[in-house]
């Protein structure tokens, strides 16, 4: 688990080296988003945390992401992100879409239904993706408070172990189901752009 949180803030540190790295160029201009959002899905009302950063250039912002991801059990998506910013009608707006992968893997307990037993399952990571957009207000010359509704999916590896019946020796046996899952939830997010 140690080692899964240090290649987090080595993602991390890199993203910051690419927002100093672009102010070398005079084109491009740097940005940084931290976030906080609420994750709305069938399972449970959840958050995440996110540090977004990247280059900009006549409104298209190209970066990297990190996100700490509560939903369901906590995993660590890192992804491209790509966003566009228009006006419409005097309203600051932008679209973006963001595609990666989950770093952690994470567990859950159930209670069986047949048995009263709890079956732990295991999930690996997946694909990370996410597509939305939302609204830049401006607060200071080169700040903006971001508000901004997406929907994100998270696919994952389910395992877990179950108890058949074996008729040829009369006992029970041990199988493992496995199962991939695409985690569907909606996310509203708070951020400042700098």
């Known amino acids: 688990m140690a080692n899964k949180r240090i290649q987090f803030f080595l993602l991390l540190a890199l993203l910051g080296s690419a927002t100093i790295n672009a102010q070398t160029n005079k084109h491009w201009k740097p940005w940084l988003v931290p976030e906080a959002g609420i994750l709305v899905g069938s399972y449970t009302l959840d958050r995440d945390v ?3 950063a990247g280059i900009e250039k006549k409104g298209i912002m190209l970066g990297l992401g990190a996100a700490v991801d509560y939903y369901r059990f906590e995993s660590y998506p ?9 006006d419409f009608r005097k309203v600051n707006l932008f679209v973006m879409s963001s595609w990666g992968y ?3 893997s994470g567990t859950v307990a159930e209670l069986s239904w047949w048995g009263g037993r709890t079956i732990t399952k295991k999930y690996s990571g997946g694909v990370y993706g996410e597509i939305g957009g939302g609204n830049m207000i401006r607060i200071r010359k080169k700040e903006r408070l971001q508000v901004s509704v997406s929907w994100v999916m998270k696919s994952v590896q389910e395992t877990y172990p179950s108890s058949i019946w074996n008729p040829v020796d009369q006992s029970l046996r041990t199988i ?9 939830r909606t996310a509203l997010r708070v951020g400042w752009k700098f």
């Open 50 to 52: 996110r540090l977004n």
């Open 78 to 86: 890192v992804y491209f992100q790509a966003r566009k910013a228009f």
């Open 102 to 104: 989950n770093l952690k």
């Open 176 to 184: 493992t189901n496995q199962a991939r899952y695409n985690m569907h």
